[in-house]
């Protein structure tokens, strides 16, 4: 049985975009049509970004001005960043900056009305207790 992927038209915003598994779904995106913005940081080392066609966008998944500014015009958000140190002295810390990045990723994407592909992501999350936008 073939599985039909169905294609992409549109820009879309990639998180975590510098790491594996960001740029793995940065490539499969773009092979499937999509035009993309990558988040990343500054201080982000690029090499699994090499041969992607897009734009760069810089900031952090908690920077709520970067992330307004990176979304801008984006139809699809692949959020793919997280903070996954195994060395930090308190453990809490991770816990709270992946659920504090990824708040202010969903609560910009629903600010902004995107198009989802995972509308479970939106509804799952205890943070949230808006309901998404309503698909165009």
């Known amino acids: 049985m073939s599985r039909s992927v169905a294609p992409f038209s549109g820009l879309a915003l990639v998180t975590g975009a510098s790491g594996f598994v960001g740029s793995a779904v940065a490539r499969a995106a773009q092979?499937?049509?999509?035009?993309?913005?990558?988040?990343?940081?500054?201080?982000?080392?690029?090499?699994?970004?090499?041969?992607?066609?897009?734009?760069?966008?810089?900031?952090?998944?908690?920077?709520?001005?970067?992330?307004?500014?990176?979304?801008?015009?984006?139809?699809?958000?692949?959020?793919?960043?997280?903070?996954?140190?195994?060395?930090?002295?308190?453990?809490?810390?991770?816990?709270?900056?992946?659920l504090q990045g990824t708040t202010a990723v969903m609560e910009a994407a629903l600010d902004l009305h995107l198009q989802r592909r995972d509308p479970w992501l939106l509804r799952g999350w205890p943070p949230f207790r808006r309901e998404p936008a309503a698909r165009a």
């Open 31 to 98: 092979a499937r049509g999509a035009d993309l913005r990558l988040l990343i940081r500054q201080s982000s080392p690029r090499a699994n970004l090499e041969g992607l066609a897009a734009e760069l966008a810089f900031g952090d998944m908690t920077d709520q001005a970067a992330l307004a500014s990176a979304m801008q015009g984006v139809r699809y958000l692949f959020h793919v960043a997280a903070d996954y140190r195994l060395w930090a002295r308190d453990p809490e810390e991770i816990v709270r900056h992946n």
